[in-house]
């Protein structure tokens, strides 16, 4: 019971004390940093202020342009390119403009996983950053999945009950024995109910 207690509190407890120290940890799903770190692994990683906190080299966790799955790659470029609008009239994509005639420009990065031969196709706006990578935790991606999946809790939870139940059931037939072993006490539990059926009349 204490150990799948423990096991449970423990699985709880690590996300939120990355959280409270302003981190995140999130599992690695593919093999594309290798050997940095592999699937299975966990990253920690730190939200970043300002777009002057990334650095070529860096490793960073996005959501790619169209997508929703977060991607940990590394930087190999910053790039600032036009900032786009579609023409109402045309259609057309054109460069944005701002109130001096200056024309605007976004700040990019271009990335590209340690394994893989090539350059992610499209560049990232810093607005898609989850954030920099400050560790890589081995082998505790695989962990902190299966202990929040339903199979995990179950493993985690059911044991501990079932063994608070057998001991409840346990200690239940250990007073029933303990009474039919002790006359006294029958005679004393039949005086008991005499007196409060005299108590009922």
């Known amino acids: 019971m204490v150990i799948c207690g423990v096991a449970y509190a423990t699985s709880l407890a690590v996300p939120l004390w990355f959280q409270a120290h302003q981190q995140r940890i999130l599992v690695v799903t593919s093999g594309s940093m290798a050997p940095k770190f592999d699937a299975g692994d966990a990253v920690v990683l730190r939200a970043i202020s ?4 990334l650095k070529v080299g860096q490793v960073i966790s996005f ?3 169209g997508s929703d799955e ?3 790659h590394r930087i190999v470029a910053l790039r600032k390119l036009p900032d786009l609008r579609q023409d109402a009239a045309t259609g057309r994509m054109v460069q944005k403009v701002g ?3 200056e024309r605007l420009t976004k700040s990019y990065v271009v990335t590209k996983g340690d394994a893989n031969a090539e350059a992610d196709v499209n560049a990232t706006p810093i607005g898609r950053i989850r954030g920099v990578q400050l560790a890589v935790h081995k082998g505790w991606g695989w962990v902190l999945q299966w202990a929040g999946s339903a199979q995990g809790r179950a493993v985690m939870l059911v044991p501990p009950l079932l063994a608070l139940a057998t001991l409840e059931l346990l ?3 250990d007073a029933r024995r303990a009474r039919r072993d002790h006359p006294a006490s029958r ?3 039949s005086a008991d109910r005499r007196v409060d059926e005299l108590l009922l009349d």
């Not at 300002?50 to 906190?53: L, M, R, Y």
């Open 99 to 101: 109130p001096d005639g």
């Open 50 to 53: 300002d777009e002057s906190d």
């Open 70 to 72: 977060l991607v940990t």
């Open 63 to 65: 959501w790619p342009m």
């Open 187 to 189: 005679r004393t539990d």
């Open 171 to 173: 200690a239940m037939g």
